[in-house]
């Protein structure tokens, strides 16, 4: 008996989850941040390293990355830490209002590794740590590390990023063109500042702010992590 319950249930659990309305959630269509990163064309990326401002610390390096569309400064660091890992931070540099960073992200101290600089011209930089290796090509921005010689993982190689800074939000009576005309011309304006959907209102006071950026994984079959709704944890093809 207990045997058959434990079955009613699960089946119960089965049914439920085949029931879910998927028109209760937003498709990328109707969400106006995932139609402008859509909109991004692949191989024309705006996003530059300025190879002349970045300095080089015991710990990793820093710099600026220009957006040449809009001449928006970023600030790139990079930091090769232990067990072959590499953390890579990009932010803007002179924000109107500061991002959220979640304080939890990483829990235990970061163990930096030792590394030196192979490489560096107008072209980017070549950094080795252990037995990777770290090219960072500055126009447009790309970072490729790799593990000995195989090329690992890929960052921006689709030309993909695109980092929403924070602006002001246009005077009432101005319209969002005004504010946009010297921003991205080329940006889907709907929903910039509000949008709605099946009658609920979403007020947006800080305006666009989202991030995105394409990541290659060589040779890799699977990229696991948690979908944003219900589904395989072996994530699915976003561009």
Not at 43 to 67: A, H, K, R
Not at 97 to 122: M, N
Not at 179 to 186: F, G, N, P, T
Request: hydrophobic letters at 35%; charged letters at 30%.
């Amino acid at each position: 008996m207990a045997t058959m319950v434990r079955w009613v249930a699960l089946l119960a659990v089965i049914c439920a989850v085949a029931a879910v309305d998927r028109n209760n959630f937003k498709s990328c269509q109707q969400s106006s941040f995932c139609r402008r990163h859509r909109a991004a064309k692949p191989g024309e990326s705006p996003y530059s390293l300025l190879v002349d401002t970045v300095t080089v610390s015991e710990t990793g390096i820093v710099g600026d990355i220009l957006n040449e569309k809009n001449k928006v400064i970023f600030t790139l660091e990079v930091y090769p830490l232990e067990d072959h890992t590499l953390r890579v931070k990009i932010n803007e540099k002179n924000p109107i209002r500061q991002r959220f960073e979640e304080p939890y992200a990483i829990i235990a101290g970061l163990h930096t590794e030792k590394f030196t600089v192979d490489e560096r011209s107008f072209d980017g930089l070549i950094l080795s740590f252990g037995e990777s290796k770290v090219v960072l090509k500055a126009k447009p921005l790309r970072i490729d590390v790799y593990k000995g010689k195989n090329l690992v993982i890929s960052t921006n190689a689709r030309g993909l990023l695109k980092f929403e800074h924070y602006r002001n939000k246009p005077a009432e009576g101005e319209g969002e063109n005004a504010d946009l005309q010297v921003i991205d011309e080329e940006e889907d304006k709907d929903g910039l500042w509000e949008e709605t959907f099946k009658g609920h209102s979403d007020s947006k006071p800080n305006g666009p702010s989202s991030v995105g950026m394409d990541i290659s994984f060589i040779n890799s079959k699977h990229v696991y992590g948690i979908p944003e709704h219900a589904d395989a944890f072996s994530l699915k093809e976003t561009t």
